[in-house]
């Protein structure tokens, strides 16, 4: 009889701990999709590509200094 109770009394014991533990993750998990969430505008933004500013780098005497004339 007795040994039913301690059985009985520590299946308990063990789902309040797994219960716990559940319950733990799931807040630590809901906090980081919340911050996960609200970072990704900001990541997002990073990844775009901007147009430079200002006209194409494209004429060659930007990278070559052009000859003198004699």
Do not use: I
Request: without cysteine; charged residues 15%; positive net charge.
């Amino acid at each position: 009889m007795f040994h039913v109770m301690f059985y009985s009394a520590a299946v308990v014991a063990l789902g309040l701990v797994a219960v716990l533990a559940a319950v733990r993750l799931a807040m630590w998990f809901w906090g980081v999709m919340r911050r996960g969430a609200a970072a990704l505008p900001g990541a997002l933004k990073s990844l775009t590509v901007e147009p430079p500013q200002g006209g194409a780098f494209n004429d060659s005497r930007d990278v070559w200094p052009m000859p003198k004339d004699n």
